[in-house]
């Protein structure tokens, strides 16, 4: 083990050492394994083996995606699906310094691994899993040398390619860990934390520990549990009766604990505990030890009336989200999603879908954090495929398993409040062989997880008389995909059924049967971000799927515009040109007076090659006078709009939630839209006429940031006039470039045909766009700049911290 091995080790041990008090036993010890891998793109013989040679092999550190490097290639085995990205065989080697030592255990735990992974120690195969997206621990312990001269190996299998319908990433693309403990020990996921019921006055805290003795003898042990509050203080404590766990065997000890004046965890106010969970000797030695984040809400769905959390009821403003995170690949550092799900939060989302797998554990623990709502799914396929190599080949073997411990690795995240079996699953055209599967899953959620329902993004139910033939009666919660009328039929069919929208699409008639039905509990779109993948249907040159709110680098699109003014609670306006001559009426001068609002032309979800008619900008390619339209979408009662100053009239809020428009007659300079209800004048939103690109603007999303694999930020790039309007034709090519305590990690601009590999430090503008990702590398400043030929470059000071 290397030096920043052993400190953290150390750190650990002497913090759970002060925590407990007069144990005298070590505790778990769990050490971050990020750095000091060796990795080859290739399957040599022996790779496995003590004994090879890796001195040529790249050292990289962990999360690490080798697929995103590219190239982007249209000949690529895993086609569109996979973004054009390449796929195959890679190995990850590491040696640890690592002796065991007498009555403890040595677990190495992985996050993620794409896909179909093999792990040996010390030449010994210890553990293989088909699933790319499922955690696994493996027991290292019988296998280690007693010199602590130790090497670790991991294949990763994705060249039976496109197994997802999506880009994947290949390699180990999460977390590893080692994780050290007494024979007597809580096993992955053993530590279960729920509250059984709540008032104001006081919480009941039910609590699961799973204790496991591998040791060679039977063990007397207790539990302890404390439970600290969001302040950190301790508000509960208490001991289960002594017991007696046989050598070889595991046991489950329940334990009920009264938490006083409780304070609920909420959209607003995520409010978070700790429970310590101690496995304690009959003579009080501590023998393991596990901290557990949760919260406390009463989360339900009502056939009536939808969605209830602590007692309000409201609709769920869900996207789906796939896990990739754009120029990062499926290595995702938290603060990607940070970004990501503050920005969506902020225009109104409330909820996220994890489409069509289990997450990041930190993606959750960020949810947590966030007050976002939660449906954690299962599967994208049972038995039935939907590309040849996928999930199905294994599902009859591995689901069982896998369900079982994605349920007890998340089952603590107050955030999750809905478990769904599967997407879309093509199983339902036999409905006994479906019913079986989702009997079997089932059963095992509500045995691990009694708390929370389940449902399943049904797919053309009415096609395989889902809700006929009672597939759909088997689920807590009934789900549907699109079609959100025949969900309310089902919901009238039968009005105990509880109902949600598992997906939906982004146009005004998917969200008004929602917003409109009140046993609808909510809906999730497709999708919260651009994603790599599900290019198939396009083709190259695509290489991804834009179908966001979002796009790949975290800024609103214009969808996501129009959405925000359906479902923030605070006053929202956004002005938009719409080039489409069909999307308004005559055209007036810019005098003003009022101007009757036309319904408008379906916004279709934006395709590869669509029909661009809207812009968020006022530089049309005719600078001559012309009709032009100013769309607005807000939540406002009255807007009023403006050109050049002067007023185009004041309409109100339609209440088909349709965009309120305004025709003119094209004239450069300024259009302005602002809200006219009391106290919210300040609130408006504007467009300026650009003229031709001078320099290049660069801005941080935040001025500081840190030096570890979760820390980044995005440095925008714009390419502006001499007024500092960006000029949306332009398409200069950037280079950005990084001096001082920083590195440039990736550039990007969103498009969907541009195959530049993300690590280049050049990028072409697209609308004028471009950005840089960069984090620190230690303590101290670094700038970013950008230069492109006849601008003049633009340069952003940052601070790195450590």
Known sequence: MGKTGSRTLLCTLATALASIGAAQAAPRMVTPLPAGWRFIQADPEGAETPTLDDASWQVVTVPHDWAIAGPFDPNAKAAGENGFLPSGVAWYRKTLDLTPQPGRRYFIEFDGIMERSGVWVNGHHIGYRPMGYVSQRYDMTRHLRADGHNVIAVRADTSAAPSSRWYTGSGIYRRVRLIETDDVHIPQGGAYVRATAISDAQATIAVTTDVQNDAGAATDIKVELLLTDPDGREVARTVTPATSVAAGRTINLPAEIALPRPHRWDINDPALYRASIRVLAADGTLLDNEDVRFGLREARFDPATGFWLNGRNFKLKGVALHQDGGAVGAAVPLAVWRQRLTALKAQGVNAIRTAHNVPSPEFLDLADELGLIVMDELFDQWNVAKTPEDYHLFFGDWHKRDTLDMVRRDRNHPSIVLWSAGNEIHDSAYPVQAKAALRSILDIVHAADPSRPVTMALFRPNVTKDYDNGLADMLDVVGQNYRENELIAASKQNPKRSIIGTENAHNRSNWLPVRDYAPFSGMFLWTGVDYLGEANRSGWPNIQNPAGLLDRTGRQKISGMERESWWSDRPVVHVVRNADPAAAGPATDGAGGPNQPVLPTMIAVATPKPKVSLFDDWTPQDRSPHDETIEVYSNCRQVEAFLNGRS???????????????????????????????????????????GKPVRIELKPDTATVGSTFDDMVYVRARVVDANGVTVPSASQRLHFAVKGK???????????????????????????LAVALVRGTGHGRFTVTATAEGLRAGSANLVAAE
């Open 742 to 768: 920083g590195q440039l990690i990736a550039t990007d601009n969103g498009s969907s045909v541009d195959h530049t590999p993300f690590s280049s430090p050049d990028r072409a503008a697209q609308n004028g």
């Open 648 to 690: 185009l009239g004041t309409l109100p809020i339609n209440a088909d939630a349709s965009p309120r428009r305004w025709a003119v007659r094209y004239a450069p300079g300024e259009v302005r839209a602002t809200c006219r209800d009391p106290g919210g004048e300040a609130v408006s939103s504007s467009l300026r006429t650009a």
